[in-house]
């Protein structure tokens, strides 16, 4: 038994209802400890375990007595004809072998001596009788399933079934571990079988609308680099109401918005798309400039900051109404500024959030992004922006200049967190307005002015994909746009280039897209 939790709880009681207790050697010393007599599984197998302890129940007297069908006349013949013992429920709790897995100093061969064989199969076989066995993996059904004998005297069929679906998704999700840490950062991305372990962390309120159920679940992760990125299933909740399914989008789309830069950022998300964006020397300056980007749309919003909450910023921010706050931590002052607002959440990841750490994550082979599709998973690896200058060429007769490169790269940044058709308008490291999930291009860049209005003068422009037609370019042409960031590729994209051309339009294509659906 690697965790005891409730252990002697459930002995001392198994007892009381004359349950005659085996263990293997660790656990017997254990129950004995807290005066609990139990007998060894030498007993029943005549066998000492063997291999460091490596074999210690795969024994026919034991898998023999878990197997047998109660009732059926050969079954019960053979046990007699075996001096072989009926046992009628079986604990186990697995080695630790993703708590093993995660500490960065353990060995591969640590790594391989937690993974449990004896127990797995123990769990399985009386998984698979669950009409005669009852099999517990989890110190939490203790107590219910003890409730349910005091109260009615036996243990129901529908609460075995129960069970021995807990076990069997226990037992997958244990082996889906171990495949995922043997294939490594340099394994199979896509093997053509993939089981994804997860554990869930919240059975949620509703999913996106009231009508629908959801629950959060965090990826099982074995890799120790994984399990200390910032993310919201790493995240403490420091305090506020329940998260909603709607919040966890939001607060997931601001984290991974200002996890591309490195200067202090604040984002300020709406519906999975941030309405205001920018970066400073001072996080209280950069949470002004989102502000004011759209302060509209900032009302209810999600904010996400790659800096700890200091006082100056919270004060700022406590002024109105947000909906919660995801940052690398909470200055006390800060906590004790925004307590006052009792239903707002505050996520503190522990952790730093930057763009090294999305790059470990990629290198180390971390999580791949999955979406469900009708019968079926989409997966990808993430799309990234490193910390370092963006790859680009510049495709127009002028090229932009120092100022423009500073507001380009930034734009760049943050036109990867926006819904395609995205266009993102920037000026002096603040995003002045944003145009997104629009079905063609050009719409987006009249949303984006329209949005940005005399601020889209002398501000750049930043877009997700080609331009197809120069009309998108004309429209930001008239609006005072002065420098534009593409991927290209585009058959007309010599059409863009003129049009940016007659209109002193710096153009720079990067050769790099990212579409966000």
Known sequence: MANREGLSMLAQELQS???????????????????????????????????????????????????????????????????????????????PFVETARDPSASLDDALEQIDIDGVALVRAAAKNFQDVVVLVRPQDYAPVLQEWREQGEISLETRRRLAAIAFQHTASYDAAIAEY?????????????????????????????????????????SPACSNLPSLANCEILQGKELSYNNLLDLDAALNIVQSFTAPAIAIVKHTNPCGLACDDALVEAYKKAHAGDPVSAFGGIIGSNRPIDKATASEISQLFYEAIVAPDFAPEARQTLGTRKNLRLLATHHAIEPRAINTQLLLGGHLEARTVGGGLLLQTPDFVGDGEVDYRVVTDRDPTLEEITDLMFAWKAVRGVKSNAIVLAHKLMVVGVGAGQMNRVTSVQLAVAKAGERARGAVLASDAFFPFADGVECAAKAGITAIIQPGGSLRDEESIRMANKHVIAMIFTGKRHFRH
């Open 17 to 95: 209802h004359h349950v005659t207790l085996f263990s293997t050697h660790g656990t017997q010393q254990a129950l004995a400890a807290e005066g609990i007599k139990a007998l060894s599984t030498d007993e029943l197998t005549h066998f000492p375990q063997i291999l460091d302890g490596s074999v210690k129940t795969l024994h026919p007297a034991i898998f023999g007595g878990i197997l047998a069908h109660r009732g059926l006349t050969e079954h019960e013949k053979e046990l007699k004809s075996h001096h072989i013992v009926p046992i009628d429920i079986v604990v186990v709790n697995l080695y």
């Open 182 to 222: 043997l294939r490594g950062p340099t394994g199979e991305r896509f093997p053509e079988e993939l089981t994804i372990p997860l554990g869930r962390l919240h059975v949620l309120r509703y999913g996106e609308n009231p009508h629908q159920h959801a629950a959060f679940y965090r990826w099982a992760d074995p």
